[in-house]
């Protein structure tokens, strides 16, 4: 089972920190992404991590960052410079394998999903 939280309202030009627990799985090295549904919208690949390599969405590049800390079993996703376009809810998601990929159904484990609002 996968818990995102840290997700809440900030101005544009903010910062927030998301984070994804598992419990009775391990992280580990596995692959780990999050995704992104923004009102109306499709659901969007945002960035991954397989062992300590990322790989990000273009509009997101140079702003978020995710990393891992396999002690708290615990992906985190640092987002800074945030935009009102940045407004989803967001969502982490798991293979528990080490598959890379930036699409949805690759993935068989979902959090909930935790809403970020950037206002302008």
């Known amino acids: 089972q996968l818990q995102a939280f840290g997700g809440g309202l900030v ?7 998301l984070s994804c627990a598992a ?3 391990t992280f580990g090295d596995y692959s780990v992404a999050w995704f992104r549904q923004a009102p109306g ?11 300590s390599t990322q790989y990000y969405e273009d509009s ?7 990393s891992r800390d396999n002690a708290k079993n615990t992906v985190y ?12 809810v967001y969502y982490c998601a798991a293979t528990f394998t080490y598959t890379i990929s930036r699409i949805g159904p690759a993935y068989n484990y979902w ?3 935790t809403l970020v609002t950037v206002s302008s």
């Open 60 to 66: 997101v590049k140079g702003r978020f960052t995710i």
């Open 41 to 51: 919208k499709e659901r969007e690949f945002v960035a991954s991590i397989v062992y």
């Open 23 to 25: 419990s009775g799985r």
């Open 111 to 113: 959090g909930q999903g």
């Open 11 to 17: 101005q544009a030009g903010g910062s927030l920190r």
């Open 77 to 88: 996703l640092q987002m800074n410079n945030l935009k009102p376009e940045d407004t989803a």
